[in-house]
DNA sequence: TGAGAGTGTCGAAGCGCTTCGACGACCGGC
DNA sequence: GCCGGTCGTCGAAGCGCTTCGACACTCTCA
């Protein structure tokens, strides 16, 4: 089974007909009776030929592997960055394509590398930061790309992601519909919204247009993640604001720790504060109440930046943003 | 600069040089003139020469990639895995190669087809079952390949794994030393164990062990990851042993339950509960209070995954299981 | 001083595949 | 009955690289 490997050659020889054909057969590029083409398989899945990935992409300029660019900062929503992966990797695999994964440690290097050795076709880029590095070298570049997430200046680009700011307006909107008029958002932790990543403040903008448009007061606050620094921020907020009932809470590992705060300042949820979530399916459900929330479309996302991703390869026109509509689950803490 | 496609033969033309030259240059597979090497160093940089991949892996039977197979499961210590990808990627770039991502959506087959395809050179498999359909297939691989995590039948395989009973031990041994007399361990959930993973038994087999080989009584009970199962646990577990003063977490979801639990039940950290986590650090630094723990060292087992399959693909012989020992840090909760 | 042993470099033969042009065989239309 | 078109297949020319054997030198040491 594991023997030697099996060259199209052999096939060829096996099934009687011409190496050539055997790749025609493979590829479908051009037309093949339907006899021959029986033959050519029987012999392939007989032999048990795979073919070989270097030579193919050596003939045909085309490696079928596409990059997957992570960055592994601190800070980051590890978990959900995970589901985007495993949601392009699934994606990519519907299109026969492989998915290489590059880490920033690289830097910049690591993405002309790849692109130049032709290792890889093109290049899904996850995390993006208003002013990335990284979006320069992707408009020199001959492999097309595909961002997660909008940098500052977005154009020549084609990015994607979830409509944070409708999400921020959805969570406010939901908070006004259920009569609440003084909310407040916590949102990422500072240092992410000094970095300037774009997801943070496009949800607090989306929050307070919302506030405006609904005519209700609140305010938007960082949120750090560990559970002290989440209480005292939790406690000021109840203290400066006697009015304020529900909350908005962008921030997945400070969630829990929200909640818990809450519980022993003996606000009681939803009763005394309302809390919707921006955050990952699992996080919300697990939590105590359950959470009412905007879920992140990791696998939507995911599946979007491939298809888009391969258009591309096929050199068809795509929208240069693509943003993905929020959904908000009710769930028991509103 | 992004201009056509340099091959190593222009190369060759602009140095002067033959194109196996070059070739050797880059490989240091024959010794080489100083000044020539100079040379031809001088021409690749001023073209901007990168070897094509496809050739290279054609011409010589070697990717330069390897494997990272990731089981992208339900109750997955998901933030973990994503370390070790990142650590398996770094130390693979050290090593001059490039990762492959594979999920376990397309089961054994996308194995079977990366490595017949001379795609990878070798696979470092994740997050192990103690009864995994992968290793009866990794044994008929040509392909070299390393386990993370340990399976029921480890023969003929290169598994790699922090040692989960030396961890478990090492959290009783140092509540021993503080002088607790009776413990518990809360572990994964019982799904976790019912699949057959084998970190979360092995720690448990090493808790028990040192339960005696200390004279202390305690219990190891599994442990779902929603705040009111957990909290539900906690309050029965205080309720059921009234001398009960320590408790060991092997569950970085459940870590952030536990303590609010207590909190709520107002047993103070260490003062009434001593509490020692296995999590990543930068969960138990960021719990209230920090928590002595014995970290998830993803950095060192994904390295070291890493430099044992580049091991074998040498053809060096490896052990064919190291355990990395367990460091413990103490923090505010013991 | 000449045989023998390195050194440093070259040319050419593949690696396994895709793709292009060519070419019979067969078809229908006049 | 001949011509132009398809259709199905073949052969050969690469794709860009590694590697093997050959070979021209330059040193040593007898």
Same mark, same amino acid.
């Given at each position: 089974?594991?023997?030697? =490997?099996?060259?199209?050659?052999?096939?060829?020889?096996?099934?009687?007909?011409?190496?050539?054909?055997?790749?025609?057969?493979?590829?479908?590029?051009? =037309?093949?009776?339907? &006899? @021959?083409?029986?033959?050519?398989?029987?012999?392939?899945? $007989?032999?048990?030929?795979?073919?070989?990935?270097? +030579?193919?992409?050596?003939?045909?300029?085309?490696?079928?592997?596409?990059? !997957?660019?992570?960055?592994?900062?601190?800070?980051?929503?590890?978990?959900?960055?995970?589901?985007?992966?495993?949601? #392009?990797?699934?994606?990519?695999?519907?299109?026969?394509?492989?998915?290489? !994964?590059?880490?920033?440690?690289?830097? @910049?290097?690591?993405?002309?590398?790849?692109?130049?050795?032709?290792?890889?076709?093109? !290049?899904?880029?996850?995390?993006?930061?208003? &002013?990335?590095?990284? #979006?320069?070298?992707?408009?020199?570049?001959?492999?097309?790309?595909?961002?997660?997430?909008?940098?500052?200046?977005? $154009?020549?680009?084609?990015?994607? &992601?979830? *409509?944070?700011?409708? $999400?921020?307006?959805?969570? #406010?909107?939901?908070?006004?519909?259920?009569?609440?008029?003084?909310? +407040?958002?916590?949102?990422?932790?500072?240092?992410?919204?000094?970095?300037?990543?774009?997801?943070?403040?496009?949800?607090?903008?989306?929050?307070?247009? $919302? /506030?405006?448009?609904?005519?209700?007061?609140?305010?938007?606050?960082?949120?750090?993640?560990?559970? &002290?620094?989440?209480?005292?921020?939790?406690? *000021?907020? %109840? /203290? *400066?604001?006697?009015?304020?009932?529900? %909350?908005?809470?962008?921030?997945?590992? +400070? #969630?829990?720790?929200?909640?818990?705060?809450?519980?022993?300042?003996?606000?009681?949820?939803?009763?005394?504060?309302?809390?919707?979530?921006?955050?990952?399916?699992?996080?919300?459900?697990?939590?105590?109440?359950? /959470? @009412?929330?905007?879920?992140?479309?990791?696998?939507?996302?995911?599946?979007?930046?491939?298809?888009?991703?391969?258009?591309? %390869?096929?050199?068809?026109?795509?929208? +240069?943003?693509?943003?993905?509509?929020?959904? %908000?689950?009710?769930?028991?803490? @509103?």
């Amino acid at each position: 089974m594991t023997g030697r =490997t099996v060259t199209i050659s052999e096939v060829a020889k096996h099934a009687g007909v011409a190496v050539s054909t055997v790749s025609y057969v493979l590829s479908g590029k051009r =037309t093949i009776s339907a &006899d @021959t083409r029986r033959r050519v398989l029987d012999s392939i899945s $007989a032999l048990g030929y795979h073919p070989n990935a270097g +030579a193919r992409a050596l003939a045909s300029k085309r490696s079928n592997v596409i990059a !997957l660019v992570l960055p592994l900062r601190a800070g980051m929503h590890v978990p959900v960055l995970m589901r985007f992966a495993s949601a #392009v990797v699934t994606a990519a695999r519907r299109f026969d394509h492989d998915v290489l !994964l590059l880490t920033a440690d690289e830097g @910049t290097a690591g993405i002309r590398r790849v692109a130049a050795s032709a290792l890889v076709d093109a !290049l899904v880029l996850m995390d993006v930061e208003l &002013d990335d590095r990284r #979006v320069p070298l992707l408009r020199e570049l001959a492999e097309p790309s595909v961002l997660i997430g909008f940098p500052a200046s977005p $154009a020549g680009l084609t990015c994607v &992601d979830l *409509d944070f700011a409708a $999400a921020g307006a959805r969570c #406010v909107e939901h908070l006004a519909e259920r009569g609440h008029e003084e909310i +407040a958002l916590l949102g990422a932790p500072s240092v992410v919204y000094e970095r300037g990543t774009g997801f943070a403040d496009r949800t607090r903008e989306g929050f307070v247009a $919302a /506030l405006d448009a609904h005519g209700l007061t609140g305010v938007a606050l960082p949120c750090e993640e560990t559970f &002290d620094e989440v209480y005292e921020t939790v406690r *000021d907020l %109840l /203290l *400066d604001r006697p009015g304020l009932s529900g %909350l908005v809470v962008h921030n997945e590992a +400070a #969630v829990g720790h929200v909640l818990a705060a809450l519980r022993q300042l003996d606000r009681r949820v939803p009763h005394d504060v309302a809390v919707v979530a921006i955050c990952p399916d699992d996080v919300a459900e697990r939590a105590s109440p359950p /959470l @009412t929330s905007v879920p992140i479309p990791a696998e939507e996302v995911g599946r979007e930046a491939v298809r888009l991703v391969m258009e591309k %390869l096929e050199g068809r026109p795509v929208p +240069a943003s693509t943003l993905l509509g929020p959904l %908000l689950v009710i769930r028991a803490s @509103t």
